[in-house]
């Protein structure tokens, strides 16, 4: 027990073990303070007990063709030997059959009748599944469907009685400091329990462009991924799938999908056998505070509209390039990285409100949402050749910029679209923010502080005209030869 100034604080022990305060007497109340101090579980064993016949360990195996060629040695000419070298080297040349690979993973049944979610860098290219349960019980797995931006995988068993299933929990209402739970398959040493706490929540690890991970100090090794992360009360709040580990075992750092993101995935692979995300038609880019600044929207938030689908919702719903997205759907868009995911959850054909931040002044707008093709994909950043001898002529450098008219000889120097508007670069100093920016010959400036150019004086002149407003960075939208579209801001000399 332990005094307080006008009052009792009266320590009590709490469900997971250790003492805690309870209350403190003050002026004949009862009032409720905070923990003293709390220790981890004094065991998970009934928890553990209850949970570790739906995790299932997954073993694929699939066959890889070999290309072994053993070089023949060199005999020489009429050697008596040479018969038996030929004979032997082509026999082992020709002994090139497939091999079967195997490879381990954890999962967990959602569904008693047999349905089963892992990772699906676990079954991916799997010319079998099987599915072993902690009973011993092996059972042939068939693939519902897969994601692989999420990393996620669907299976199906035809049990010969009801399996043990557990359901998704709110990952959404975790806590950092929460304690977690993970079961799996580590290094295939079967049905394994280790516990931690929740680390962090939201990361980004650059695996995908939904990351919103769970980072836990619970134990997790290869063969791990794919098993479940249940919170206290035995719901799966994570699906556990990476960690950072420079000797390839645990140090402590692992990685989850919440569930609040992997059911909505997880559902739609059941019903369709695919995903159905939403989509807006925008490519977007992070607010930087140079941005921000040029933009004229003060704090760095939101999402940046470098480019507009002609086809999409953007479009039609009337955002333009230059457009900084603040909020979608109720939900505020504080990184740029948030607005996919949001975007991606949201149902194909809803209408949202959406808040932009144009010319430094909010507006909505309505926008209903398109289906997202998921064969598309991201174009691949790409390097231009400097300009060769018979290149358009420069004028004088702006920003560090050598310019040109885009005419049809600098068109086909850097191999540059029709429909393509604007001022060429032709060269960009070295030693200038241009060069910093990554800014390159045959990238093409479309707008300066949001107003069209089409000549390098009207480059020049938006510049001079940003000086005298006292402006610290000229906003450029450019693209490349490639068609990818961004926002760059670069210091004023």
Do not use: C
């Not at 060199?74 to 497939?98: A, H, I, L, R, Y």
């Not at 299976?155 to 399996?163: A, D, G, N, Q, S």
């Not at 680390?199 to 939904?210: E, F, L, M, T, V």
Request: glycine letters at 10%; charged letters at 25%.
């Amino acid at each position: 027990m332990a005094r307080q100034s006008n009052g009792l604080t009266i320590l009590v022990r709490g469900v997971f073990g250790g003492l805690v305060a309870a209350s403190v007497l003050a002026g004949g109340l009862l009032v409720p303070v905070r923990a003293a101090y709390a220790q981890g579980p004094d065991s998970v064993a009934d928890l553990a007990e209850g949970l570790l016949d739906a995790v299932v360990n997954i073993s694929t195996s699939q066959k890889v063709a070999t290309n072994r060629s053993v070089p023949m040695p060199k005999v020489p000419e009429g050697s008596p030997f040479q018969e038996f070298f030929d004979e032997f080297f082509d026999q082992q040349n020709k002994d090139n059959s497939p091999q079967r690979v195997q490879s381990l993973g954890s999962g967990f049944v959602i569904d008693s009748a047999g349905i089963i979610v892992t990772n699906n860098h676990v079954i991916e290219d799997a010319d079998e599944i099987v599915a072993n349960f902690n009973d011993g019980t092996k059972l042939t797995a068939e693939l519902i469907g897969t994601d692989e931006k999420t990393d996620l995988a669907v299976l199906r068993v035809k049990p010969t009685k009801p399996l043990t299933a557990v359901k998704f929990g709110d990952s959404d209402r975790i806590r950092v400091g929460d304690w977690v739970m993970a079961i799996g398959n580590p290094f295939g040493l079967g049905g394994t329990v280790t516990v931690g706490i929740v680390s962090a929540r939201n990361r980004d690890i650059n695996s995908g462009p939904y990351d919103n991970f769970i980072q836990t100090d619970a134990a997790i090794n290869r063969g791990n991924s794919g098993g479940p992360l249940f919170d206290m009360f035995g719901n799966v709040i994570g699906i556990n799938t990476a960690i950072i580990s420079p000797s390839g075992g645990s140090i402590g750092i692992g990685f989850s999908i919440p569930s609040s993101s992997a059911k909505r995935v997880v559902d739609q692979l059941i019903q369709y056998g695919e995903t159905r995300r939403g989509w807006l038609g925008v490519s977007i880019q992070q607010v930087t505070d140079e941005l921000a600044e040029s933009l004229g929207i003060g704090t760095a938030r939101g999402a940046l509209v470098a480019g507009i689908s002609d086809d999409g919702p953007a479009k039609t719903a009337g955002i333009k390039p230059g457009d900084v997205i603040v909020s979608f759907d109720g939900r505020e868009i504080s990184q740029m990285r948030e607005l996919p995911r949001i975007v991606a959850d949201t149902p194909v054909g809803e209408e949202v409100d959406v808040v932009i931040l144009r010319q430094g002044k909010e507006e909505h707008v309505k926008v209903t949402l398109g289906l997202l093709d998921e064969t598309e994909m991201a174009q691949a950043d790409t390097t231009v050749d400097e300009p060769q001898a018979d290149a358009p002529k420069p004028m004088d450098k702006v920003l560090g910029l050598a310019l040109s008219t885009l005419d049809d000889a600098a068109r086909q120097q850097f191999s540059i679209g029709p429909d393509v508007k604007g001022v060429v670069i032709t060269a960009v100093d070295p030693n200038s923010e241009a060069a910093e920016k990554r800014l390159m010959p045959g990238d093409t400036i479309v707008e300066v502080a949001q107003e069209s150019v089409s000549t390098p004086e009207d480059v020049s002149k938006a510049v001079e005209k940003l000086k005298s407003m006292d402006r610290r960075s000229a906003l450029l939208l450019v693209t490349n030869p490639d068609g990818q579209v961004r926002f760059v801001a670069v210091k004023i000399d």
